[in-house]
């Protein structure tokens, strides 16, 4: 079993940062690829970053490329989101997901493990 905790999320304006965090527990950290999803109000929960194993590897959603940058620290059993120029359509609650692929994937379907999610407003 693992547990997930997101952290970070609040209120910023346009063009502002914000680092989410993603505390794990329960297993060994570096077992498992982790992500970062996002679910506006009235859509669909939407995929916005991975990272492999061991941190090497990562991948991003097209809407964020260039502004977002997700890490790990494998020795802190935490992944990072670190959220940069900032715009409204950004706003939604942010989850971290665990799974036991080497890498992760832009599907939510492979994500064994969820976090309980942290919400990001971005005002304009």
């Known amino acids: 079993q693992v547990q997930l905790v997101e952290s970070g999320g609040g209120l910023v304006q346009a063009g502002g940062s914000l680092r989410l965090s993603c505390a794990a527990s329960?297993?060994?950290?570096?077992?498992?690829?982790m992500g970062w999803f996002r679910q506006a109000p009235g859509k669909e929960r939407e995929f916005v970053a991975t990272?492999?194993?061991?941190?090497?590897?990562?991948y991003y959603a097209d809407s964020v490329k260039g502004r977002f940058t997700i890490s790990r620290d494998n020795a802190k059993n935490t992944v990072y989101l670190q959220m940069n120029s900032l715009k409204p359509e950004d706003t939604a609650v942010y989850y971290c997901?665990?799974?036991?692929?080497?890498?992760?994937?832009?599907?939510?379907?492979?994500?064994?493990?969820w976090g309980q999610g942290t919400q990001v407003t971005v005002s304009s």
């Open positions: 997901a665990a799974t036991f692929r080497s890498m992760g994937t832009t599907s939510d379907g492979v994500y064994d493990y």
């Open positions: 329960g297993r060994i950290f570096s077992s498992y690829a």
């Open positions: 990272i492999s194993r061991g941190g090497v590897t990562t």
